[in-house]
């Protein structure tokens, strides 16, 4: 099984202990539009930690503003096409491969 890298690792490759797991998060998405509450749910982080990730990831066009959820101050955004989305979509792609045969 494909074991996440450690906070210490994410700092390392991405200057955050937490944007690994933003990213990879929002790889296993498959393109889907999601909300930086989406992804704070899913990665049990705070949206004070996950927020200014995707600001991050926004500012260096890896992610583009879709919408806002009417009637409410919900930001939806979405992958842009970039190299790296392929490869952690291959990372997710394998990790639940792994997963289902353990099963």
Known sequence: ??????????????GNSYMYSV???????????????TISDATRLSPGIVHPLIQKLRRANFI?????VPGERTLLYRVRENPWWDAASQYVEEDRATERSAS
Request: aromatic residues 8%; without cysteine; glycine residues 6%.
């Open 23 to 37: 990213m990879v998060e929002i790889a296993g998405l498959r393109g889907e539009k999601f909300s930086s509450k």
């Open 64 to 68: 583009e503003f879709v919408e806002r």
């Open 1 to 14: 099984m494909l074991e996440p890298i450690a906070p210490e690792e994410s700092r390392l490759v991405f």
